[in-house]
């Protein structure tokens, strides 16, 4: 197993109007090719994790991506690249947004891609021995 790892300083935006700077940890393990960890506050008292699709945050740099738990996109204001990450439940109320400059994301995912290339996540995959497994 191979792994890249970004550690990057963001924007926990509460309540949309009060900006609070927090560290946060994306991670890649070709263990898992389909995902990506992110660690929200990872150098707080109670950093939160969330794992979901490469491939979403991947479309999320360009357009506006995913539904549900996770929704990604993209701004450009005043010349500086963001990705724009919203997690939890929107239809409760309960949601975290967070601001991420788009420039360290993009090359980590870059650097990702390297690892397995987009739409080969799966190539390396032992058929055969996921079929005994279940037999």
């Known amino acids: 197993m191979t792994k890249c790892g970004l550690t990057v300083e963001i924007t926990h935006w509460i309540a949309r109007r009060l900006p609070v700077p927090i560290t946060c940890e994306f991670s890649y393990d ?22 979901f699709a490469r491939e979403l945050l991947a479309d999320g740099l360009t357009a506006r991506s995913g539904h549900g738990e996770v929704e990604i996109w ?5 010349g500086r690249r963001s990705l724009w990450i919203q997690v939890g439940d929107a239809r409760t109320g309960r949601t975290a947004l967070f601001e ?16 397995v290339p987009r739409g080969r996540e799966m190539a390396d995959v032992d058929w055969n021995a996921l079929t005994e497994l279940i037999q």
């Open 74 to 78: 993209p701004t450009c204001r005043m």
């Open 30 to 51: 070709t263990g898992d090719p389909l995902a990506v960890t992110v660690i929200f506050d990872a150098e707080g008292e109670y950093p939160v994790r969330w794992v």
């Open 100 to 115: 991420v400059p788009a420039g360290p994301l993009s090359e980590w995912l870059s650097r990702s891609h390297a690892l």
